[in-house]
């Protein structure tokens, strides 16, 4: 087999010397070996197995490089780091693993090559190439892991209930290989997953979710929040999104299948703003306030208020889900708190005013509003569809023109505090917020044009009201 890049190959050559030194046999594997084999290597991290000491390797190795690399060392876990012109090369000694029921941290001792191969996670994952001077190359394959990179599949190399009890994290990476891969997971393998699901209670939630996002972050998010459905994990995870599946139909008139939507939604996010994490999850959360606003009326269907309610529930989310508090967060929220508001805002007879608002309240934030507005639109409907989308572009123009006249987006305004305390010599009080609101929402509302002189006016006029005179 032909080793990747030039950078990659000289790393190789000294690794098989080096370990041919100290007399330990050594393989290229893990994700490294199927990304190559799936040619989609790039400047991916190598891992390195051998028998005997990982970290009696990397020092052999990095002995051996010019300049000296410097070794990081884990000596609990028996492994080095180091790093070769940006190339990271993890070092390992071949294991053999077993498991508490209880935990996910294996009791760790020496192995063959074949133990080590054992205790991996996918057929895929499980390949190995030889760095030894006898089969230098050579593509060492015990469970046919080749065939199922050629036929897309994901199989566990042993029985699947042992590989996903042992560490059901691994349940998690089966549904993330399937959806950034778009492979198919083993019947036999993907029943394991709904068996073990409950397993997964035993994983850190920080490793669940950086899992979760990569799904979320791939090109079809749909095939992966699909699998965790069907799995049973997603009702685990995100209970909140599994109470949106299903329709209802009252006297002949039914509502849609909301978790559906949401999926579609998802993609439609995905294939517009790449790599966008926080927008793929306000898309993902946008309706998740349906399940408990649902309400029949004498017009059908409603899910009055759906946004408000949806978006109070993201701090609880974030938090369980130990999402980051800050930034994101807030911008989640506000996402969902504003996702219906461009629609009501379509027709001729919404105001300026109205749109000046959204400019102020969204800020920087309206762009990833109205994508996810267009995402929002899922009628199978292509005249129906049109016209939405129609509708939107007709906004996002009038947004546009009344920005670029009224600069509303970054909004500061003319008049600062310090200016409203030195005209009426005062000290900070609560009579400067008072006129500072009245200012802003007068340039809203197209009272007055956003700028200095209009503003300073204003002021006056609101200052006399409160009692305060011009010094
Ligand atoms: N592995 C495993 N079980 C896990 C995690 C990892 O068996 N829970 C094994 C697999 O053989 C995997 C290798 O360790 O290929 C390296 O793991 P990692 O670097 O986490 O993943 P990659 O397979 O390299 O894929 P990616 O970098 O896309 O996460």
Known sequence: ???????????????????????????????????????????????????????????????????????????????????????????????????????????????????????????????????????YGELIDPFGGLSDLKKKILRTPLNSDITYSDDPLRMMRAIRFATQLQFTIEEYSFKSIQKNKNRINIVSTERIIEEFNKILLSEKPSIGLLLLYKSGLLSIILPELTLLKGIEKKNGCKHKDNFYHTLQVVDNISQVKTNSLWLRWAALLHDIGKAYTKNFTKIGWSFHAHEFVGSKMVPNIFQRLKLPKGGPMKYVKKMIQYSYKPIALIGNQISDSAIRRLLFDLGKDLEDLMKLCIADITTNNIEKRKQYQKNIYILMERIQKLEEKDRIQNWKSPISGNDIMKTFQIDPCKEIGIIKNFIKDSILEGKISNDFHSAYLFMLKKGEELGLKKK
């Open 1 to 135: 087999m032909n080793l990747s890049s030039a950078i990659q190959k000289k790393i190789f050559h000294i690794v098989s010397f080096s370990a041919q030194k100290i007399k330990q046999d050594s393989y290229v594997v893990g994700g490294y070996v199927r990304d190559f084999l799936l040619g989609k290597i790039k400047s991916k991290d190598v891992d390195i197995l051998t028998i005997g000491e990982g970290i009696k390797l990397a020092q052999e190795v990095s002995k051996n490089m010019k300049p000296h690399p410097k070794i990081k060392i884990f000596r609990r876990f028996g492994t080095a780091m180091l790093k070769c012109e940006n190339q990271k090369i993890e070092f390992v000694g071949s294991r053999k693993e077993s498991y508490h029921f209880y935990s996910r941290k294996p009791f760790i001792r020496l192995g063959s090559l074949q133990d080590d191969q054992n205790r991996r996670d996918f057929t895929i994952n499980a390949l190995a190439i030889s760095l030894n001077r006898d089969n």
